[in-house]
């Protein structure tokens, strides 16, 4: 079992009105932990609404570095959960600020896709995985990200905790909204017939990791993995939560290997930087209309093709974390929060 050191005191959270930073902050303050975590927020309209939730909040900027030099100072731990399109700078200015305040656990919740969209089986277990660069701009941003993190440790200048979580579900998740839009639509895609791995994990779950890793002694400086105990197909992902919605929708298979040859003869236009965006957005105001593609976006082909299962066992031996939530009571739960009737879907 992993020493478990004294609760923390004030702890800082970016991406704190996101998708698992919002569930985070909704456990805190049904544990009564809610006091001591604050939000980083970019508004003071955003401030006042996780204040009338009953949450604390600061305002600053990831890209301002004396915004954040107030945010961090006091605070003992930062979760840092946040990520957008100037991601790396983004968490070095963060990394600065915690270091040249003294912050004793900085929380980095990284992802399993630092691997790539196809990772070799080597990746399924930490000790022989490998960070690297694959052309993808999230895989990429979140693999530098991660490094800056990891550099900060190895110089001495932050003690680190590093998460890698898998496909987070439930309660709103994007994974299961996207199924459900398809379904809402009236036909949904399944590539090879569904047989791509699925390393779903619940958002609980997670929440739980991320509150062990402030605490756990033996998890100082590394990286892990935070997946359920047994991985699904997506082809099961996909029906269970497509099977939420009415009138049932209709599947259709499609080759992956196809629409792999597709993209990689028509590849998808860079996102670029903030300029690029406004271009685009002035462009569709004239009128103009990007091609439909014939088939779904790549990254959607690379996920739902993933070739292997991650291993959760040094997030069960360095954090005294398990996942609790299996997939049957995740999609029960989510039914719920979706104010459908609490029964449980076609596997």
């Given at each position: 079992?992993?020493?478990?050191?004294?609760?923390?005191?004030?702890?800082?959270?970016?991406?704190?009105?996101?998708?698992?930073?919002?569930?985070?902050?909704?456990?805190?303050?049904?544990?009564?932990?809610?006091?001591?975590?604050?939000?980083?927020?970019?508004?003071?309209?955003?401030?006042?609404?996780?204040?009338?939730?009953?949450?604390?909040?600061?305002?600053?900027?990831?890209?301002?570095?004396?915004?954040?030099?107030?945010?961090?100072?006091?605070?003992?731990?930062?979760?840092?959960?946040?990520h957008g399109d100037r991601g790396p700078q983004a968490t070095r200015h963060l990394v600065e600020a915690?270091?040249?305040?003294?912050?004793?656990?900085?929380?980095?919740?990284?992802?399993?896709?630092?691997?790539?969209?196809?990772?070799?089986?080597?990746?399924?277990?930490?000790?022989?995985?490998?960070?690297?660069?694959?052309?993808?701009?999230?895989?990429?941003?979140?693999?530098?990200?991660?490094?800056?993190?990891?550099?900060?440790?190895?110089?001495?200048?932050?003690?680190?905790?590093?998460?890698?979580?898998?496909?987070?579900?439930?309660?709103?998740?994007?994974?299961?909204?996207?199924?459900?839009?398809?379904?809402?639509?009236?036909?949904?895609?399944?590539?090879?017939?569904?047989?791509?791995?699925?390393?779903?994990?619940?958002?609980?779950?997670?929440?739980?990791?991320?509150?062990?890793?402030?605490?756990?002694?033996?998890?100082?400086?590394?990286?892990?993995?935070?997946?359920?105990?047994?991985?699904?197909?997506?082809?099961?992902?996909?029906?269970?939560?497509?099977?939420?919605?009415?009138?049932?929708?209709?599947?259709?298979?499609?080759?992956?290997?196809?629409?792999?040859?597709?993209?990689?003869?028509?590849?998808?236009?860079?996102?670029?930087?903030?300029?690029?965006?406004?271009?685009?957005?002035?462009?569709?105001?004239?009128?103009?209309?990007?091609?439909?593609?014939?088939?779904?976006?790549?990254?959607?082909?690379?996920?739902?093709?993933?070739?292997?299962?991650?291993?959760?066992?040094?997030?069960?031996?360095?954090?005294?974390?398990?996942?609790?939530?299996?997939?049957?009571?995740?999609?029960?739960?989510?039914?719920?929060?979706?104010?459908?009737?609490?029964?449980?879907?076609?596997?």
């Amino acid at each position: 079992m992993s020493p478990i050191e004294p609760r923390p005191g004030r702890c800082l959270i970016t991406g704190a009105t996101g998708y698992i930073g919002g569930r985070l902050r909704e456990r805190l303050a049904e544990q009564g932990l809610a006091e001591p975590h604050v939000a980083l927020v970019r508004s003071p309209a955003a401030a006042d609404a996780v204040k009338a939730g009953g949450g604390a909040a600061v305002v600053g900027d990831l890209l301002d570095p004396r915004s954040l030099d107030a945010a961090v100072q006091g605070c003992e731990q930062v979760i840092h959960l946040a990520h957008g399109d100037r991601g790396p700078q983004a968490t070095r200015h963060l990394v600065e600020a915690a270091a040249r305040h003294g912050v004793k656990r900085f929380v980095h919740v990284s992802t399993m896709s630092v691997h790539g969209p196809a990772p070799g089986p080597e990746a399924a277990h930490e000790a022989t995985a490998r960070i690297g660069r694959y052309g993808e701009p999230y895989s990429d941003s979140k693999a530098e990200q991660e490094e800056i993190v990891q550099s900060a440790h190895a110089r001495g200048d932050l003690p680190v905790v590093i998460l890698r979580p898998t496909v987070v579900y439930g309660l709103g998740g994007h994974f299961e909204r996207q199924v459900l839009a398809q379904a809402r639509s009236g036909e949904v895609t399944l590539f090879d017939g569904g047989r791509g791995v699925c390393n779903a994990v619940f958002v609980d779950d997670v929440c739980d990791a991320i509150q062990a890793a402030q605490r756990s002694a033996d998890a100082l400086g590394e990286a892990m993995f935070i997946t359920a105990d047994q991985a699904i197909t997506w082809g099961e992902f996909i029906r269970t939560f497509a099977a939420l919605a009415s009138p049932p929708p209709r599947f259709v298979e499609r080759s992956a290997d196809e629409a792999k040859r597709y993209w990689a003869e028509h590849p998808p236009e860079p996102m670029g930087g903030v300029p690029t965006r406004v271009w685009r957005k002035l462009k569709r105001l004239a009128g103009w209309q990007p091609p439909v593609a014939p088939w779904p976006p790549l990254g959607r082909v690379m996920r739902e093709t993933f070739p292997i299962a991650f291993s959760n066992q040094k997030a069960r031996r360095l954090l005294d974390w398990a996942p609790r939530v299996d997939f049957e009571e995740g999609v029960a739960r989510s039914r719920v929060w979706l104010g459908q009737p609490a029964q449980h879907g076609p596997r």
